[in-house]
């Protein structure tokens, strides 16, 4: 009888220590999975604010100039045309 409980006992701790370790390694990989993305997400930033830095974005030329529908010396074609001419170039 005290030799079943013995090996009993002895597969029960062996049974626990496989689950438990198995439960670690678990853990410890989903830590090291969520540090990996933080640290590419981290890069990604930087290559971003770096990229950023060094290609500043391209200012519009705004017209300046206010439109004035209601006037009667406004050329609406004169606008249209010059409106394109700036965009093609």
Do not use: C, W
């Amino acid at each position: 009888m005290i030799q079943v409980l013995r090996y009993t006992s002895l597969f029960a701790g062996l049974g626990y220590g496989l689950y438990h370790t198995q439960t670690l390694k678990s853990v410890g990989a989903k830590k090291q999975e969520q540090a990996d993305y933080l640290k590419r997400v981290k890069l990604i930033e930087e290559a971003k604010a770096e990229f950023k830095k060094l290609n500043p974005p391209k200012v519009a030329e705004s017209s300046t100039q206010s439109v004035d529908l209601d006037d009667p010396k406004f050329d609406f074609g004169e606008f249209i045309v010059g409106a394109v001419e700036k965009l093609g170039a």
